[in-house]
Nanobody, 126 residues
Framework: QVQLVESGGGLVQPGGSLRLSCVASNYAFSIYPMGWFRRAPGKEREFVASIDWRDSSTNYADSLKGRFTISRDNGKSTMYLQMNNLRPEDTAAYYC???????????????????WGQGTQVTVSS
């Protein structure tokens, strides 16, 4: 069974940074694209960023460009999300997800992903 486990969330002050991790298991991580999404209280799930299987192409939500960076380490079957200059509006549960087709880039559409982690909570507050 494919497993995705997020970690790294927590409470941070505005302007602070966090790095989220997503550890994948039970499948060939290096040949699938991956993505990050988030869901704030009372809001719909929102695309954050995606990355291809080779760590050579990335895609970001326009509102997050310049503050968030997605990356992956195929040797460790792990994807990361570096979040800088965090704002209260970044407060949300963050989820990692696997693209549903090998060797095929993914974007912001939820139906491009087939497996999801349980999420890690990020709270930005003073």
């Amino acid at each position: 069974q494919v497993q995705l486990v997020e970690s790294g969330g927590g409470l941070v002050q505005p302007g602070g940074s966090l790095r989220l991790s997503c550890v994948a298991s039970n499948y060939a991580f290096s040949i699938y694209p991956m993505g990050w999404f988030r869901r704030a209280p009372g809001k719909e799930r929102e695309f954050v960023a995606s990355i291809d299987w080779r760590d050579s192409s990335t895609n970001y939500a326009d509102s997050l460009k310049g503050r968030f960076t997605i990356s992956r380490d195929n040797g460790k079957s792990t994807m990361y999300l570096q979040m800088n200059n965090l704002r209260p509006e970044d407060t949300a549960a963050y989820y990692c997800a696997r693209g549903n087709r090998r060797f095929t880039p993914v974007g912001p559409a939820v139906n491009e992903y087939d497996y999801w982690g349980q999420g890690t909570q990020v709270t930005v507050s003073s």
